[in-house]
């Protein structure tokens, strides 16, 4: 057993973590385990920090007290009290008499510190007489960056470099950008954070640039298309450019109005199954300027025949 026992089993509750008493049979251990995992499973969570955190958290307690021979061992380990009673005693001090269950302390803590005997054998927190350096298994931080891509890169996909400084130097890492990312996004590079035993993850927070044509709403594109007051009022038939390059003819229904909002089906961002979103093509009234005098002449002639004023409901005109 001494070998499996790990530093944080002696700092950790797993049983509280999963929320089950100590003596809990297997079945309601793993009851407990996936009730706590399906509520909060990064994929019923998404961007909730604090979800994965206690995902984590869940799943390293299941790893060890989900398993028998691990539960025992941690049962065992957890007898001994805060750092396996390396302050407390329980034997002779020699290291040799501290064993419990035939297991023996000197090893257990040797195993957990890194240290080649008991409390007085040496080699628990550093280089002493007959013992070894202290080796304790500290897991890397995790770390965040920001990573700037362009508008068509968050829509196609794409593969990139992201350039680091931290404590392990200058370092550069790819980074898989799949189809269809959102600013505000995190993708998790497992690994990739601070050093340490486990490395840390790397969550890289995406910033999308703007295109000059469209604009975004998760899988829909959208695109403000002006037309003319004519076209507006008697309806029309215009071209309409779409992501890919290729331009498709809207109708313009008779009597459309400002900022009304008509729909191209399957024209927006390719979703995980390469079914595309749509395209939402707001109508904006381009009002002429510098009107030719046949023109003024036209539009004061059909102004005179309107006789119903556009305000008669905010009760101002009559």
Known sequence: MANDIKREWFETDYYAVLGVAKDAPQADVTKAYRKLAREYHPDTNPGDEVAEERFKEISGAYDVVGDEAKRKSYDQARQMGPMGGAFGGGGGAGGAGFGFEGVDLG???GSVFGG???AAGGGLFGDQPGGRHARIKRPGRDQEARLTISFDEAV??????LNL????????IKVRIPEGVESGQRIRLRGKGGPGDPPGD???VIDVGEHPTFGRKGAKLTLELPVTIAEAALGAEVRVPTYTGEAV?????????HGRTLRVRGAGVPDDDDNAGDLLVTVTIAVPQN????QTEALQAFADLDTESPRKRLGVDE
């Open 156 to 161: 196609r996909g794409s593969t990139t470099s």
């Open 249 to 257: 003819t809207m109708r313009i229904p008779a009597g459309t109005q």
């Open 291 to 294: 009107l030719s005098k046949k």
């Open 165 to 172: 400084t931290d404590d392990s130097g200058r370092r550069s």
């Open 116 to 118: 080649a005997g008991g």
């Open 107 to 109: 090893d257990l803590l």
């Open 202 to 204: 790397l969550y890289v």
